[in-house]
């Protein structure tokens, strides 16, 4: 574990999971303040759903679209703490795949929709989403004069189209 992440460990161990508590019917999660704490125990409980039926343990890999349901219930800037967290590193590789692919979705949408953009540009761009400017340019209305402006395809032309309208506000 490097000092970093070791740093970050201690800072969020800090804010511990909530303790669990045993009833008749089933184990009730108690929520705390910790919008952290909130997203990992409904990632937990969509993963207990998917592999449990009729008590029994069912070992079937996690779809892409499992994790979609957290993009109803979070925001989009919980959904990324919740990705720089522990408690997300804690996750398989196959889990953490799926959810990062629901959190690339809703960033899509945000560009693609009617959606008001939520996220500073870099977010987009480190996650290819929308594509980095050239050397020497210096925004989005500036791109959209260029030869790579042309190459690109409709869609990443909306997405660059709702960055400009940003820029211009």
Known sequence: ISY???????????????????TASNINYIYDNNPLTIVHTSVNKILNT????????????VKDHTFE?????????QLLQYEQSY??????????????????????????????????????VKRK???????????????QRTNNYNLLSSVKKKRIQKIISMEKN
């Open 4 to 22: 970093f992440d070791y740093i970050q460990f201690e800072r969020e161990r800090q804010n511990p999971p909530a303790p669990l508590a045993n």
């Open 50 to 61: 998917c592999r449990s039926e009729r008590g029994k343990v069912k070992k079937k890999k």
């Open 69 to 77: 349901s957290l993009r109803s219930n979070f925001d989009i800037n």
């Open 129 to 143: 989403t929308v594509v980095p400017l050239p050397n020497g340019i210096m925004s989005y209305t500036q791109f």
């Open 87 to 124: 408690l997300f590193k804690s996750l398989g590789r196959n889990v953490r795949k799926c959810i990062t692919i629901s959190i690339n979705n809703e960033l899509r949408s945000e560009l693609e929709g009617s959606k008001k953009i939520t996220q500073p540009i870099d977010v987009y």
